[in-house]
């Protein structure tokens, strides 16, 4: 079974792990200070990986804009949904805009079809 998470959750990890990935960059490039030209390109690197990670958090604010608010049934907790189909941020428990899927198993698949 595929560990499913909640859409904004994962987003944010993925920003802020570009934002360490950048820093480990920055940080192999100072290995090559004897080589200029290579430790620029590092720098460079890094300074995009932490830029990239900026662009994520501004795309998070937009998404954040788009989601429903909801009171989890599970445990009770306000969370955010995006989509048709997201998971609790507190504790994972599937949740759906779309009284057709209740009940349901759960599927990301359900958020890819448009029709
Ligand atoms: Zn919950």
Redesign the pocket.
């Known amino acids: 079974m595929k560990p499913y998470k909640n859409k904004i959750n994962r987003i944010r990890t993925f920003a802020l792990s570009l934002v360490f990935i950048g820093i480990v960059i920055m940080y192999v490039g100072i290995y090559f200070k004897n080589q200029p030209a290579v430790m620029v390109i590092f720098m460079l690197l890094g300074v995009l990986a932490v830029i990239g990670s900026t662009g994520v958090y501004a795309w998070i604010g937009l998404l954040s804009m788009k989601t429903i608010p909801v009171e989890?049934?599970?445990?009770?907790?306000q969370?955010k949904m995006l989509g048709r189909v997201d998971m609790?941020?507190?504790?994972?428990?599937p949740l759906t805009m779309d009284p057709a899927l209740e009940g349901k198993e759960f599927s990301e698949e359900y958020n890819k079809k448009n029709s």
């Open positions: 989890c049934p599970n445990c009770g907790k969370t609790c941020m507190h504790c994972n428990e």
